[in-house]
């Protein structure tokens, strides 16, 4: 009724397994084959706990969403439960999705006015060359700051920025030594 494609199950408070809207569509083939072998009763009233995924991959609310979404892609799955552990018993607070994900990347990256702009970091290090000092020095508004690592110790870095002098920030990233790719305002 929910639209919901994951639920966790629960038993005394403590998440036990996971079940998919493929677990169902499983369950609900075989029950559509027993229907017409003539079976009526019995495939009709499978329980929960015999379809459910036992083995359960979860996140803490304080987890990184880097850590958690490569989990995701890793183990190929679509969510995964967030469990607080900090307590006597370990409570499930929420279902991270990939669909929570993606909403954040599109908050995070489209959403914010201002600028993107993309630069390629020199080999020396961002621990010399930190982008978000030079946005600070510069005192522009920075809204999100994505690494990604290259090859030969350089580095893309995306920046999303407020200002109305985009132009003087590009030229602050070009005397530290990064390169220019993009800038775009959105």
């Known amino acids: 009724d929910r639209g919901l494609r994951r639920a966790p199950v629960v038993e005394a408070g403590r998440v036990i397994g996971m079940v998919t809207d493929r677990d169902l569509f499983r369950v609900i083939a075989h029950t559509i084959e027993a229907l017409e072998l003539g079976d009526a009763h019995s ?7 015999s379809v459910i995924a036992r083995h359960v991959l979860s996140v803490a609310p304080n987890d990184r969403l880097e850590q958690a979404a490569q989990l995701m892609l890793r183990s190929k799955i679509g969510g995964v439960p967030v469990i607080d552990s900090s307590g006597p018993h370990p409570e499930l607070v929420g279902i991270l999705t990939e669909s ?12 914010q006015r201002g600028h993107r702009l993309v630069l390629r970091a020199p080999a020396r290090g961002l621990s010399e060359l930190d982008p978000a000092a030079i946005c600070v020095k510069a005192r522009v508004r920075l809204y999100d700051l994505s690494l990604y690592p290259l090859e030969g110790g350089r580095a893309a870095v995306n920046l ?11 030229e602050r990233f070009l005397v530290a030594g990064y390169e220019y790719i993009l800038a775009e305002k959105n």
């Open 43 to 49: 495939s009709y009233k499978i329980e929960v706990h």
């Open 100 to 111: 929570d994900l993606f909403r954040l990347f599109v908050r995070r990256t489209l959403m």
């Open 160 to 170: 999303q920025v407020g200002t109305d002098d985009i132009e003087a920030l590009i």
